[in-house]
């Protein structure tokens, strides 16, 4: 599967962004996905995903409450609706793909992807 992110930008603070990750080859809804995001001289970081099936999601603490993840099967797409953002949110997010069904509490292991998509960079100014 080839995966793609699209939707960052350049938003003031408080703002909104809605970024989407793209799969083509194969139905995204055969893997379990993670969006990840790494800001300028940190390491990369998980911030939200789910298992195959969808049913349960987990979002990292910094995020929970402002972002949420969605999956669109007929458009083959997860999305990531970012509400409420901040500086520290700066950054460029990626999705990634796992062929696995890892437990919900290893979503957040990088290690547990297979394939990644090109990053999108979101940008929060102050």
Not at 25 to 49: C, H, L, N, S
Not at 72 to 85: H, R
Not at 99 to 118: E, H
């Amino acid at each position: 599967v080839q995966l793609q992110a699209y939707g960052g930008g350049l938003v003031q603070a408080g703002g909104s962004l809605r970024l989407s990750c793209v799969a083509s080859g194969r139905a995204i809804a055969t893997y379990t996905i993670g969006w990840f995001r790494q800001a300028p001289g940190k390491e990369r970081e998980f911030v939200a995903g789910f298992r195959r099936s969808a049913t349960y999601t987990l979002y990292a603490n910094s995020v929970k409450g402002r972002f949420t993840i969605s999956r669109d099967v007929a458009k083959n797409t997860v999305d990531l609706q970012m509400n409420s953002l901040k500086p520290e949110d700066t950054a460029v997010y990626s999705c990634a793909a796992s062929v696995l069904n890892p437990a919900l509490s290893s979503l957040g292991r990088a290690i547990n992807y297979d394939y990644w998509g090109q990053g999108t960079l979101v940008t929060v100014s102050s």
